[in-house]
């Protein structure tokens, strides 16, 4: 995933003049300046997974991860969003957010959008709309889009809405922004794994996609706000060198499907932290974890070339993953 | 792919933005371009009601990757070039080319290229692009095949307008390119016939003098060449015949000792259309200014040059100090001139005669008497002339005058008049032909940049300048264009360029080509051009088909150079040609009795004459010597035998 902003275009302009056109006393806002990720989004946690592979969580090296270097993947899934605060109303911020998501297919070494669903890009106001006057209805004029609205004040699952506070406001924006992008990426996989067999690299988690239990989705997720190892377990974790993963454990989040996963050390930890090169594997759950573990791993490492420099996240990232988000910066 | 499918897009950027004479466009990693190609663009949006069309030539390429510095790549394969095979992706990686625009349709308002579709272009997109519509219509058809542009499976042929290249609108020719690839000579060869076979007829018709300066280039334009498959296809596609030159008269003058011709092409089986090329005096001193350096010939000297061409040259003269009556019509004459009034200077112990001073006409006699001694082989003492045929010039002939083995001073001499006779009878229209191309190699050498202003180069500058107002057109050639006289080069509407020498181009003049241009240039093959004609507003790259004439080295090679022979070996090549009758022994038999001299002017008279009897005019030529008739022997008288007796016998 990969959050952007940047000024206002030609496309952003004119679904503002279409919004101020609905809803009076909206200000622009000079420069159209991005929000960053909320840092309070999900805190850091650990939490311990039941294994699936041994009794402990042991080290594993990963068998002949140079010997054939050749990877398994046909394709990558990734989305990315951009969320910008475009203008003002008393107050609350007038959000404008552009997500998308694509498939990107390899042929003969070389990377080619997917044509089983071509990509998207969708752009929408993520507005407080309880905070705000109800939009006027003004027919649209012949040639213009129709003026996408969500609103991004929706109860949580508590019950309890944002607060009517500007940061509170820009929090709950982002996150709807991230639901939506999520959602679209979500899309992807499915129809993916509806027409095709070839595994698809997917950059983030699956056990939030709705067919998660299909084999060719395999999700490598390169952020570890939540560790799934405690203890022991989490050092052995942390010990891992370059080529070897860990005992395959299961995860279960709430409301999500359940799938296998494990932590895999992509590139050589030495004069680096922890978290260098360290990713973690979802897979669908399978009867032969182990040498699924093994033949996937080996094809995440052979991913990791040629280097996903100069984004700043080269040490976990795939190149296939990296091309992704150039497509989508390019299209959206 | 498809011909209709795009082959790319143009994009433009502020920092690379497209312009009306340039634009910018990528294509896929595997499309058939390169520089050279010629692509047209299809605006998206109309002009005035107009999708626009633009042409344009690539002429830069570039090619990157998302890489941002080449250690990124290092260390992707942890050092390791090997490992990089390896990598299940290749890098996103760009072809992205820069085009220069050829022509835009429609032509007004002149606009930046807009964005669109690229396409190859075709052969009707070529004709189009560059502007050759307007010279290949049908009643109008000036267009003289160049060569063939190839480019992604468009085959499209190249025409040069014949107002454009001979004349009346811009004329003369160019050609640069490194030696030894034989690009020049082959060009110019096979350019000559295309234009003998697409010339069109209502403007009249057209011969070539070609100066052979070097090797055995031009010696065999009369006998078949071998070409190859993909040459006669070319020559099919190019229409024109791959035939040698049905028509070629070739011209040299005699060696020094005057037996043999002074050329490559002097094997006795090629004798029957060479024709000795010789001069006396009357045409030698109408160019004395061509041998005879400004620190040589003062206002002195001069004067009584002029005084000798008025006065003595053709013409009865006398003077009291003269001890006969001169009618100088040779060299010979002329020193037996020079020798009677020296001889009468010294009787009357004067320092003058006629006001020019003893010295000032010792320094002219022995300048002049110098030239048939430079010039051996040319200018003949006898004053014997043997020219081409000004006046009966023949259509689609070409003249090749072989000044190759010459001494540079005979070279000039015989540039300097054969231009100078062609311009004169070209201006009174009498020349034979109508429009007439000169061919000259070495530039360098003839028309140089620096150095003296010779008579050579102020005849080049003039047929440059002025000669295609006559119909004389100059096809010129050199090895470093930048080191010929801009306004010898600057003249010629029409340059080729074969393969470059890096130096050459790196020189100020070929600061207008991109550096991939120059890079291709530097690269070419054997038979192809790069072109630049009036009506292309970039240069185009063409391919050409071998000559279908015998080239100088296999020439050379089947029909080897005849070294000096006897006399009566000379004569009998000579006149065998024009009476296969004749015998070694019958040559022997008529010139046993005269001297060396007598015999080569005897055989010279009849080349010159080539009458129907050849035997009976040669031996004509001869002064009537009476055979010697043994003396009988006188009858000794017998001698007495002495007495018997006698006391004093032995």
Redesign the interface.
């Known amino acids: 995933m990969r959050a952007t902003s940047s000024g206002r275009d030609v496309a952003s302009q004119a679904a503002l003049r279409m919004l101020m056109a609905r809803l009076p006393g909206v200000t622009a806002v000079d420069g159209a300046p991005s929000i960053e990720p909320p840092a309070s989004g999900d805190p850091p946690t650990v939490q311990t997974a039941e294994l699936v592979e041994g009794s402990s969580m042991q080290v594993i090296k990963v068998p002949d991860p140079e010997a054939d270097?050749?990877?398994g993947?046909a394709a990558f899934l990734d989305g990315a969003q951009q969320v910008q605060v475009m203008g003002d109303h008393a107050g609350i911020p007038i959000v404008y957010g552009t997500v998308s998501a694509a498939v990107r297919l390899?042929v003969n070494?070389?990377?080619v959008t997917w044509e089983g669903l071509p990509p998207r890009v969708k752009r929408s106001f993520f507005l407080p709309r309880r905070y705000l006057p109800p939009l006027s209805e003004v027919p649209s004029l012949v040639g213009e889009s129709q003026l996408e609205v969500v609103d991004s004040a929706k109860a949580n699952k508590n019950g309890s809405f944002p607060i009517m506070h500007p940061t509170a406001l820009l929090d709950s924006a982002f996150r709807a922004v991230n639901e939506m992008r999520e959602q679209l990426e979500h899309e992807f996989a499915e129809a993916w794994c509806a027409s095709e067999k070839a595994p698809l690299f997917i950059d983030g988690g699956i056990s939030g996609i709705p067919n998660a239990s299909s084999s060719c989705a395999v999700g490598v997720v390169k952020s570890h706000r939540t560790l799934f190892a405690e203890g022991d377990a989490l050092r052995t974790v942390f010990r891992l060198s370059k080529g070897e993963r860990s005992s395959v454990f299961r995860v279960s989040p709430r409301s999500r499907s359940t799938v296998y996963s494990w932590y895999l050390r992509v590139r050589d930890v030495s004069h680096h932290d922890s978290m260098w090169g360290l990713v973690r594997v979802e897979i669908a759950r399978c009867d032969r974890p182990t040498e699924r573990a093994d033949e996937i791993s080996r094809w995440v490492i052979?991913?990791m070339?040629?280097?996903s420099?100069?984004d700043g996240r080269w040490d976990k990232m795939a190149?296939?993953i990296?091309?992704c988000e150039?497509f989508l910066r390019a299209i959206s | 792919m498809s011909r209709l499918e795009a082959l790319g897009r143009v994009v433009a950027t502020e920092r690379k933005p497209n312009t009306p004479h340039e634009f910018h466009f990528w294509t896929a990693?595997d499309s058939p371009v390169g520089i050279g190609t010629i692509v047209r663009v299809d605006g998206a949006q109309p002009v005035d009601g107009q999708i626009p069309h633009i042409y344009g030539i690539i002429v830069e390429g570039f090619s990157y990757t998302?890489?941002?510095t080449p250690l990124?790549?290092v260390?992707?394969?942890d050092g390791s070039p090997t490992?990089a095979g390896?990598?299940?992706?290749?890098?996103?990686e760009i072809r992205l080319y820069t085009a220069a625009v050829l022509r835009q349709i429609p032509e007004d308002p002149l606009q930046p290229v807009p964005m669109g579709q690229v396409f190859l272009a075709e052969e009707e997109d070529v004709q189009v692009a560059l502007r050759m519509d307007g010279y290949l219509r049908d009643g109008a058809h000036t267009g003289i095949p160049i060569g063939v542009y190839r480019a992604g499976g468009t085959d499209a042929v190249i025409y040069l307008d014949a107002d454009f290249l001979l004349g009346p609108e811009a004329a003369h020719l160019n050609i640069t390119g490194v030696s030894g690839l034989a690009t020049k000579t082959s060009a110019v060869e096979w350019l000559l016939a295309s234009i003998f076979e697409h010339f069109p007829e209502d403007k009249g018709s057209i011969a070539a003098v070609c100066f052979n300066v070097k090797g055995p280039d031009l010696c065999y334009l009369d006998q078949p060449g071998r070409i190859e498959a993909s040459d006669e296809q070319l020559y099919e596609k190019l229409e024109v015949d791959p035939k040698p030159f049905q028509s070629v008269e070739y011209f040299a003058p005699y060696t020094a000792k005057g037996l043999t011709l002074n050329t490559f092409r002097n094997n006795e089986a090629l004798l029957d259309n060479i024709t000795p090329l010789t001069w006396g005096l009357r045409e030698v001193l109408q160019f004395a200014e061509v041998l005879l350096n400004k620190d040589d010939v003062d206002a002195k000297a001069d004067a009584l040059i002029d005084f000798i061409k008025e006065n003595i040259i053709d013409k009865e003269f006398s003077d009291p100090i003269l001890q006969k009556k001169h009618m100088v019509q040779s060299f010979a004459d002329l020193d037996a001139w020079f020798r009677d009034v020296l001889q009468g200077m010294e009787r009357k112990d004067g320092d003058s005669w006629r006001t020019h001073h003893v010295a000032t006409i010792r320094k002219v006699r022995n300048r002049l008497s110098n030239i048939s001694t430079r010039c051996a082989g040319l200018v003949t003492d006898s004053g014997a002339v043997s020219d081409l045929p000004f006046g009966s010039f023949g259509d689609r002939t070409v003249y090749v005058v072989d000044v190759a083995n010459l001494e540079e001073d005979a070279q000039d001499l015989i540039f300097a008049r054969i231009v100078s006779k062609l311009r004169e009878h070209l201006e009174r229209r009498d020349l034979g032909v109508k429009h007439l191309i000169v061919f000259v190699d070495e530039l360098n050498k003839y028309a140089p940049g620096d150095g003296a202003d010779t008579y050579v180069r102020k005849m080049l500058l003039d047929i440059a300048e002025r000669g295609r107002y006559l119909g004389l057109v100059l096809f010129g050639a050199q090895q470093f264009r930048s080191q010929v006289h801009r306004r010898v080069v600057g003249n010629s509407g029409t340059a080729l360029f074969g393969r470059m020498d890096p130096d050459e181009l790196s020189t100020p003049g070929y600061a207008v080509l991109s550096p991939a241009t120059r890079t291709k240039l530097a690269t070419l093959e054997k038979g192809q051009l790069m072109v630049r004609h009036p009506h292309f507003t970039q240069p185009i790259f063409v391919r050409f088909p071998r000559p279908s004439v015998m080239q100088g080295r296999e020439g050379s090679e089947r029909y080897p150079q005849s070294s000096e022979v006897s006399i009566e070996s000379a004569v009998l090549r000579g006149l065998r040609p024009l009476d296969p009758s004749i015998t070694l022994t019958w040559v022997q038999d008529i010139t046993a009795l005269y001297t060396e001299q007598e015999v080569i002017r005897a055989r010279n008279a009849t080349l010159l004459a080539r009458p129907t009897d050849v035997k009976a005019y040669f031996t004509a030529q001869f002064r009537k010597i009476i055979p010697a008739q043994p003396a009988p022997r006188p009858m000794a008288a017998t001698i007495r035998s002495a007495p018997e007796n006698d006391p004093y016998g032995f």
């Open positions: 270097a050749q990877s993947f390899r070494r070389r990377m052979a991913e070339s040629p280097l420099l100069p190149y296939g990296r091309d150039e | 990693i998302d890489l941002q990124h790549d260390m992707s394969h490992q390896f990598a299940s992706t290749e890098r996103a």
